[in-house]
T-cell receptor, first 108, second 114 residues
Framework: EDKVVQSPLSLVVHEGDTVTLNCSYEVTNFRSLLWYKQEKKAPTFLFMLTSSGIEKKSGRLSSILDKKELFSILNITATQTGDSAVYLCAVVTYKYIFGTGTRLKVLA | DAEITQSPRHKITETGRQVTLACHQTWNHNNMFWYRQDLGHGLRLIHYSYGVQDTNKGEVSDGYSVSRSNTEDLPLTLESAASSQTSVYFC?????????????FGEGSRLTVL
């Protein structure tokens, strides 16, 4: 059975801290891995990763995929209160399989 | 702008009633998906479709049905609503052949079954 596991489940940090969110997976027919940010409504797209070892970066957020060890990490540097959200990882096979998410709270 | 819309956004119903949640996308995407989101479970796949007349069961399909008569719409029907189906429902779509790239989400429909 395909499985996507995110850790930690929740995290509380202070503004300016750096956080690392983890997503590990066991699936057949891996195609890509997606990261989303969800505030109070629909998830919004952050990154798509298909190749191992190539970092995707957008501002303070970055992500990398390790296809050998079957995981991805999402890094957020210099966190701000606006980064408070649930971060979702989805592995794409012939469908999209989501982890349970990591709830991040950034305190001022 | 292309978009994906869900209706109703909020609904309260009673146990045993039939409920239909609508999903309409204007991207002309082949692939459409219905998820439910509950605390502690993340997004769980209910049903999905890769094109007109194609429908498939996801991991939590019991008590739900879908039909795909055109590219734009994938309505989700709860045949006889149960309290366990109280949840937030998200419709999503993606381009390409089966699941490939970015998944685009609707704004969600919050369903309460009393």
């Amino acid at each position: 059975e395909d499985k996507v596991v995110q850790s930690p489940l929740s995290l509380v940090v202070h503004e300016g801290d750096t956080v690392t969110l983890n997503c590990s997976y066991e699936v057949t027919n891996f195609r890509s891995l997606l990261w989303y940010k969800q505030e109070k409504k629909a998830p919004t797209f952050l990154f798509m990763l298909t190749s191992s070892g190539i970092e995707k970066k957008s501002g303070r957020l970055s992500s990398i995929l390790d296809k050998k060890e079957l995981f991805s990490i999402l890094n957020i540097t210099a966190t701000q209160t606006g980064d408070s959200a649930v971060y979702l990882c989805a592995v794409v096979t012939y469908k999209y399989i989501f982890g349970t998410g990591t709830r991040l709270k950034v305190l001022a | 702008d292309a978009e994906i819309t869900q209706s109703p956004r909020h609904k309260i119903t009673e146990t045993g009633r039939q409920v239909t949640l609508a999903c309409h996308q204007t991207w002309n995407h082949n692939n459409m998906f219905w998820y439910r989101q509950d605390l502690g479970h993340g997004l769980r796949l209910i049903h999905y479709s890769y094109g007109v007349q194609d429908t498939n069961k996801g991991e939590v399909s019991d008590g739900y049905s879908v039909s795909r008569s055109n590219t734009e719409d994938l309505p989700l029907t709860l045949e006889s609503a149960a309290s366990s189906q109280t949840s937030v429902y998200f419709c999503a779509s993606s381009d390409g052949t089966s699941a490939t790239g970015e998944l685009f989400f609707g704004e969600g429909s919050r369903l309460t079954v009393l």
